[in-house]
Nanobody, 121 residues
C-alpha cells in the first residue's frame, strides 16, 4: 500500500520560512511527477509547484521566486522550501505523487493527508 507522509508545516511570522517534506512509502515500481497543492476552504485544490523525475519544475504565479520545489529520487521524497511567507500563504498543503505500481501500469495519483501552514502578520 502506497502512502505519502507530509511534515514540516507549522506557524511562522510573515517573512519567515518553512520547509515541507513528503515521503512516499510502500511497494511500487516508480514515482513520476511529484508536487505540492494547497486548498483554501470552499475552493478547489490548486497547484503550488511540481517537479518531474528529471528535475524540471513548474510554479504557480503567486509563489514564483519565493518557493522552491526539489526531490530526492533515492529517498522517494519531495520538498518545498517556502521563503518570504505571506499571510495569504496560510492554508492546508497537500503532497501529490503520480506512482506506477508495476512496470506496466499507468501512473496513479496519490495524495498525502495535508499539512497546515499558518503565517501570522
Amino acid at each position: 500500500q502506497v502512502q505519502l507522509a507530509e511534515s514540516g508545516g507549522g506557524l511562522v511570522q510573515a517573512g519567515g520560512s518553512l520547509r515541507l517534506s513528503c515521503l512516499a512509502s510502500g511497494s511500487f515500481f516508480r514515482i513520476d511527477d511529484m508536487g505540492w497543492y494547497r486548498q483554501t476552504q470552499g475552493k478547489e485544490r490548486e497547484l503550488v509547484a511540481s517537479i518531474t523525475t528529471s528535475g524540471s519544475t513548474n510554479y504557480a504565479a503567486p509563489v514564483k521566486g519565493r518557493f522552491t520545489i526539489s526531490r530526492d529520487n533515492a529517498m522517494n521524497t519531495v520538498y518545498l522550501q517556502m521563503n518570504s511567507l505571506k499571510p495569504e500563504d496560510t492554508v492546508l498543503y497537500y503532497c501529490n505523487a503520480r506512482i506506477r505500481l508495476t512496470r506496466w501500469s499507468s501512473p496513479f495519483s496519490y495524495w498525502g493527508q495535508g499539512t497546515q501552514v499558518t503565517v501570522s502578520s
